[in-house]
């Protein structure tokens, strides 16, 4: 599986930014995608998962209310629709894939993903 991450950028606070992460190869045994998201001199976090069973959401506290993951299943892409974004979401972002049955408390944990884009550069201006 590769994934090709998208649509980065610089925007003032407040705005809006959608990412998006096309996966091509042996798509079908993903089960799991998500984002990462790691600030320069931090550690990667979790932001956020769409599970393919159920077709469940999730996503970190920090971003829950302004983030919004949703996916194409025939583009075979993940979108991240970042709204209200402040200056502390200023990171690269990173879209990661399993084809793992991850249940929900391991989502968080980026050793559980097997497969990584490159990043895409957020940068939101105060």
């Known amino acids: 599986v590769q994934l090709q991450a998208s649509g980065g950028g610089l925007v003032q606070a407040g705005n809006s930014l959608r990412l998006s992460c096309a996966a091509s190869?042996?798509?079908?045994?993903?089960?799991?995608m998500g984002w990462f998201r790691q600030a320069p001199g931090k550690e990667r976090e979790f932001v956020a998962a769409?599970?393919?069973?159920?077709?469940?959401?999730h996503y970190a506290d920090s971003v829950k209310g302004r983030f919004t993951i949703s996916r194409d299943n025939v583009e075979k892409t993940v979108y991240l629709q970042m709204n209200s974004l402040k200056p502390e979401d200023t990171a690269a972002y990173y879209c990661?894939?399993?084809?793992?049955?991850?249940?929900?408390?391991?989502?968080?944990?980026?050793?559980?993903?097997?497969?990584w884009g490159q990043g895409t550069q957020v940068t939101v201006s105060s």
């Open positions: 190869g042996h798509t079908s045994s993903i089960y799991v």
């Open positions: 769409y599970r393919w069973s159920g077709n469940s959401r």
């Open positions: 990661a894939a399993t084809s793992c049955r991850l249940i929900v408390s391991t989502l968080f944990q980026s050793a559980a993903y097997d497969y």
